[in-house]
């Protein structure tokens, strides 16, 4: 199908299908799914100002069916989100009045910065959350086999809240008393200076409205390591922040003519349902487990960037988005249907015992 304000010819079902596959990443992950939206868009010709854009206006429909699932769930902290907002939309207009900057210089200079900067934050993002994770795993493992009442309760229970921090900075940030102060039940930290959360939400902001994405990638460690949420929180409170940030993003990049709406409502077909079943899936695996196969995502989504931008090779830039997103999107939902495998059969026992 030609796309008349991209200039492109893009297969509908590609569109549709990274929708979906990124629909469903971003439910389960907390993110918008820029970082796969944007390089997937960027692979098949769209430049990357229009793909950064359009990677925007997809997300606000994806990010509030979403959050309507998470906050079902008791994934959301509305209060977080709320000091988050004004940070989010300070950083946005930074990020793109930069993106206006770039472009005078040339399309050319707008990827290969773009690029470059895509290729440094997900390389570093992806070796610090995988080497964390990891060891977090680990150390949960063992803490488990040292429980004596394990057996007591039902497996699928322990794999949706067990969690586990190592490098955990939010017990340091939260020193910072600078007022005003908040609190939050549902961090792991009693009080946060609200110009810690406004400050990492600015950052996050700049980030989306530069390089097309809703923050999700970077908002969710933000929040796990920085603010002090544990994971599933931090991905459905990163969905709620989303909304807001891919809306104003949007909407300034619209005014710059860098969003194809058709693109994006193709792409949104597929997002609104897999994002359901991603947000839906967490509920049965563990924060350890959700960070590990985000560091893996990351790896990919990099090395798909330095293939089209160095070594262009659009074909294997897309084989790589495509294969990374359709794996991820076959684990979820097999995590999905075993969790509820699992939890079906722990009802069964329980009745059975009564």
Not at 158 to 167: P, Q
Not at 223 to 249: D, E, K, N, Q, R
Request: a positive charge; one cysteine or more; charged letters at 10%.
């Amino acid at each position: 199908m030609f796309f008349p304000i991209t200039g492109v010819n893009i297969a509908v079902w590609y569109l549709v299908g990274i929708g979906f596959a990124v629909g469903m990443c971003g439910g389960f992950w907390g993110g918008g799914g820029g970082w796969i939206l944007t390089p997937a868009l960027y692979a098949v010709g769209v430049p990357m100002n229009i793909a950064v854009g359009t990677s925007l206006a997809q997300m606000v429909g994806q990010a509030i069916v979403a959050t309507f699932w998470h906050h079902r769930l008791g994934n959301i902290s509305v209060r977080v989100a709320a000091m988050m907002i004004p940070g989010t939309i300070v950083g946005v207009e930074i990020g793109a009045r930069i993106m206006e900057v770039l472009k005078t210089h040339g399309e050319a200079h707008v990827n290969q910065v773009i690029s470059v900067l895509y290729i440094i934050l997900l390389s570093g993002l992806a070796i610090y959350t995988l080497v964390e994770s990891l060891c977090s795993q680990q150390a949960l493992a063992r803490a488990h086999q040292q429980q004596t009442d394990d057996e007591k309760t039902p497996s699928n229970q322990r794999s949706a809240v067990a969690d586990r921090v190592l490098v955990d900075a939010a017990h340091y940030l939260a020193q910072c008393r600078i007022p005003p102060m908040i609190r939050c039940p549902l961090l792991r930290v009693e009080r946060m200076s609200f110009w810690v959360i406004f400050l990492a939400a600015m950052l996050t902001g700049i980030l989306a409205g530069l390089l097309g994405v809703g923050g999700g990638f970077l908002r969710v460690p933000t929040l796990v390591y920085l603010i002090g949420c544990p994971t599933h929180v931090a991905v459905g409170t990163s969905m709620f922040a989303i909304i807001v940030s891919g809306a104003f993003g949007a909407f300034t990049h619209a005014l710059k003519g860098n969003v194809d709406l058709l693109i994006a409502l193709c792409m949104l077909i597929g997002a609104a349902i897999g994002a359901q079943i991603g947000s839906f899936a967490t509920r049965y695996v563990q924060g350890t487990q959700l960070r590990v196969m985000f560091g893996v995502a990351l790896v990919v989504a990099t090395a798909s960037i330095v293939v089209k931008n160095f070594f262009n090779m659009p074909v294997l830039a897309i084989m790589l988005v495509a294969g990374i997103a359709g794996l991820m999107t076959l684990i979820i939902i097999t995590l999905l249907i075993r969790g509820v495998a699992q939890a079906a059969r722990a009802q069964a026992e329980q009745a059975a015992d009564h």
